[in-house]
């Protein structure tokens, strides 16, 4: 009978002895990184040898800043093997470096005892000083000489002088240990108190046999972010410009991604969709109350990643190859799919990629505004040449090769949408605004109204070989009152456009070396009781 048991025991093991397996992994291979502007989608794979029966798996140190939510398993073998359970579990690991804490703490003690030797030393020639300043070297019954005197004041001189420079050395000395003992007791204290915080997930699995089984690990983390920024390179010679796009990328997840495939997307769920107009109600105000913050780890994906919120932080470019990546279009956003493996460390800073580049005919505008400024501002004027739209970000303009500018683009400018540049300022064409004339009238017996004349000059002056095209605007006072009257006497209105904000634009062609004359006079009436502002 006991011969039965045993043979029925060493069966059961035999075909069930995956039962229950533990299984640990470092975290798997990062394969794809899917990259939105504030978060990023991580995609990984492990290879695990899976028992018959229930299998435990552990995999460790994914960062800290994932989303437990958002993670989704995926096992190749879908015939043999069921998912049972996922778990996510924050772990702190500390980091414990006992040598170099012990090193640390016997350097601190050794610089206590010498900052004590030091404040000894100065205390004792405190004393000493103390003691010179009180003693009276001649008794009131002795008789002294003036000899005696010059030579023992030149001697209490030398002494007192000796004594307090030794002080200020020893003084000086103290604080450069003090100094060293404070930055040593910084980097005992980070140490002391660094925590490598970290997540693991826990899988259970079911196999119907044993099987070498890849299993596909998705998630999202949040310490991760992208930006579009341009460079504008003109060639003054062939009037052309070349727009290329790069995305600056940041990430600080506490993984290092190590020669990854990459996807840039423009998907922004958290805004993707219109709100529920609410109604519009009128109330006595009182104070708000405190609501409660939003969970993001509650936030569930749909279609990929889910809401997502802002994370941060920057400095330092590094750019990659200069291939140009695939677009993809998607109904409501744009994916850029790099064609080569980039690397981004988790460091924080900026990582400069290339994404794509154009090359188009733009105009060339002087702009000149006298009032402002008196150089012209030579402007180019292209429309955007790609089939999506040019997003906010930082722009650097070089003309012929050379950095001229740099600046903010503030609003989007959809396909076909213009464009307008500035390429800097040109010392070559100077601009001047001046007052002529300017004389003030009374008239009217009982209501009397005060009518003031302001008369302007502006000259243009064109330094360059060539003639040029220059847009030149100015502007008059618009009344907001009607007791106010404004008249333009000049320029004609057929000569200029002027808009409803009383800006005048002119479209002037000025010849090589020439001076353009440009006059501006209008008329203000208002009655004489009132105080007028903004003159």
């Given at each position: 009978?006991?011969i039965?048991?045993?043979?029925?025991?060493?069966?059961?093991?035999?075909?069930?002895?995956?039962?229950?397996?533990?299984?640990?992994?470092?975290?798997?291979?990062?394969?794809?990184?899917v990259?939105?502007?504030?978060?990023?989608?991580?995609?990984?794979?492990i290879?695990?040898?899976?028992?018959?029966?229930?299998?435990?798996?552990?995999?460790?140190?994914?960062?800290?800043?994932m989303?437990?939510r958002?993670?989704?398993i995926?096992?190749?073998?879908?015939?043999?093997?069921?998912?049972?359970?996922?778990?996510?579990?924050?772990?702190?690991?500390?980091?414990?470096?006992?040598?170099?804490?012990?090193?640390?703490?016997?350097?601190?003690?050794l610089?206590?005892?010498?900052?004590?030797?030091?404040?000894?030393?100065?205390?004792?020639?405190?004393?000493a000083?103390?003691?010179?300043?009180?003693?009276?070297?001649?008794?009131?019954?002795?008789?002294?000489?003036?000899?005696?005197?010059?030579?023992?004041?030149?001697?209490?001189?030398?002494?007192?002088?000796?004594?307090?420079?030794?002080?200020?050395q020893?003084?000086?000395?103290?604080?450069?240990?003090?100094?060293?003992?404070?930055?040593?007791?910084?980097?005992l204290?980070?140490?002391?108190s660094n925590?490598?915080?970290?997540?693991?997930?826990?899988?259970?699995?079911?196999?119907?046999?044993?099987?070498?089984?890849?299993?596909?690990?998705?998630?999202?983390?949040?310490?991760?972010?992208?930006?579009y920024?341009?460079?504008?390179?003109?060639d003054?010679?062939e009037?052309?410009?070349?727009?290329?796009?790069?995305?600056?990328?940041?990430?600080?997840?506490?993984?290092?991604w190590?020669?990854?495939?990459?996807?840039?997307?423009?998907?922004?769920?958290?805004?993707?969709?219109?709100?529920?107009?609410?109604?519009?109600?009128?109330?006595?105000?009182?104070?708000?109350?405190?609501?409660k913050?939003?969970?993001?780890?509650k936030?569930?994906?749909?279609?990929?990643p889910?809401?997502?919120?802002?994370?941060?932080?920057?400095?330092?470019?590094?750019?990659?190859?200069?291939?140009?990546?695939?677009?993809?279009?998607?109904?409501?956003?744009?994916?850029?799919?790099?064609?080569?493996?980039?690397?981004?460390?988790?460091?924080?800073?900026e990582?400069?990629?290339?994404?794509?580049?154009?090359?188009?005919k733009?105009?060339?505008?002087?702009?000149?505004?006298?009032?402002?400024n008196?150089?012209?501002?030579?402007?180019?004027?292209?429309?955007?040449?790609?089939?999506?739209?040019?997003?906010?970000?930082?722009?650097?303009?070089?003309?012929?090769?050379?950095?001229i500018?740099?600046?903010?683009?503030?609003?989007?400018?959809?396909?076909?949408e213009?464009?307008?540049?500035?390429?800097?300022?040109?010392?070559?064409?100077?601009?001047?605004?001046?007052?002529?004339?300017?004389?003030?009238?009374?008239?009217?017996?009982?209501?009397k109204?005060?009518?003031?004349?302001?008369?302007?000059?502006?000259?243009?002056?064109?330094?360059?070989?060539?003639?040029?095209?220059?847009?030149?605007?100015?502007?008059?006072?618009?009344?907001?009152?009607?007791?106010?009257?404004?008249?333009?006497?000049?320029?004609?209105?057929?000569?200029?456009?002027?808009?409803?904000?009383?800006?005048?634009?002119?479209?002037?062609?000025?010849?090589?070396?020439?001076?353009?004359?440009?006059?501006?006079?209008?008329?203000?009436?208002?009655?004489?009781d009132?105080?007028?502002?903004?003159?």
């Open positions: 009978m006991r039965v048991k045993l043979f029925i025991i060493a069966y059961f093991f035999l075909f069930y002895g995956g039962l229950c397996f533990a299984f640990n992994d470092s975290g798997g291979k990062i394969t794809k990184i990259l939105y502007p504030e978060m990023a989608l991580v995609k990984k794979e290879i695990v040898d899976l028992h018959k029966g229930e299998n435990h798996l552990k995999f460790t140190k994914y960062p800290e800043c989303v437990d958002s993670v989704q995926e096992v190749i073998q879908k015939e043999f093997v069921k998912i049972l359970d996922i778990k996510v579990k924050r772990n702190y690991v500390k980091n414990l470096q006992p040598n170099k804490i012990k090193e640390l703490k016997h350097e601190i003690r610089l206590d005892r010498k900052i004590l030797t030091i404040s000894n030393k100065i205390n004792s020639i405190k004393t000083i103390k003691f010179i300043k009180s003693t009276n070297p001649f008794p009131d019954n002795t008789k002294t000489s003036i000899k005696e005197v010059d030579r023992y004041s030149k001697y209490i001189i030398k002494s007192l002088e000796d004594k307090y420079n030794l002080i200020a020893l003084k000086e000395e103290q604080k450069k240990l003090i100094k060293r003992k404070n930055a040593l007791e910084n980097e204290n980070e140490i002391d925590f490598n915080p970290s997540k693991d997930i826990y899988l259970d699995l079911y196999s119907d046999k044993k099987v070498n089984s890849k299993i596909k690990i998705t998630y999202l983390v949040k310490s991760a972010k992208w930006k920024s341009y460079d504008v390179r003109v003054s010679h009037k052309s410009i070349t727009l290329y796009s790069f995305a600056i990328v940041q990430q600080s997840t506490g993984e290092d190590n020669s990854v495939n990459m996807e840039i997307s423009t998907s922004k769920p958290e805004k993707g969709e219109i709100p529920p107009l609410k109604p519009w109600y009128l109330d006595i105000y009182s104070p708000p109350r405190l609501t913050s939003v969970d993001f780890d936030i569930v994906m749909s279609a990929g889910a809401n997502f919120k802002r994370w941060s932080d920057k400095k330092e470019i590094l750019r990659n190859t200069f291939k140009e990546s695939y677009v993809r279009e998607n109904w409501t956003s744009f994916t850029f799919m790099l064609p080569q493996k980039v690397s981004i460390p988790s460091d924080k800073k990582h400069k990629i290339y994404l794509f580049s154009k090359t188009t733009g105009d060339f505008i002087y702009f000149a505004v006298p009032k402002l008196n150089y012209a501002q030579l402007n180019i004027e292209i429309k955007n040449p790609f089939k999506y739209p040019i997003m906010p970000g930082k722009v650097n303009v070089f003309l012929d090769g050379m950095f500018n740099r600046f903010f683009l503030e609003k989007e400018k959809l396909s076909g213009k464009l307008n540049l500035s390429l800097g300022l040109d010392e070559s064409i100077r601009t001047t605004k001046k007052l002529i004339k300017k004389y003030t009238q009374y008239k009217g017996l009982v209501s109204k005060v009518k003031i004349t302001y008369e302007y000059e502006i000259n243009i002056y064109n330094g360059k070989k060539r003639k040029v095209n220059i847009l030149v605007k100015d502007n008059i006072p618009v009344s907001r009152n009607e007791k106010i009257k404004v008249k333009l006497l000049y320029p004609k209105k057929d000569e200029v456009s002027i808009s409803k904000e009383g800006i005048i634009t002119w479209k002037i062609e000025v010849n090589p070396y020439e001076t353009k004359r440009l006059p501006v006079g209008f008329v203000i009436e208002h009655p004489e009132i105080e007028i502002i903004g003159l």
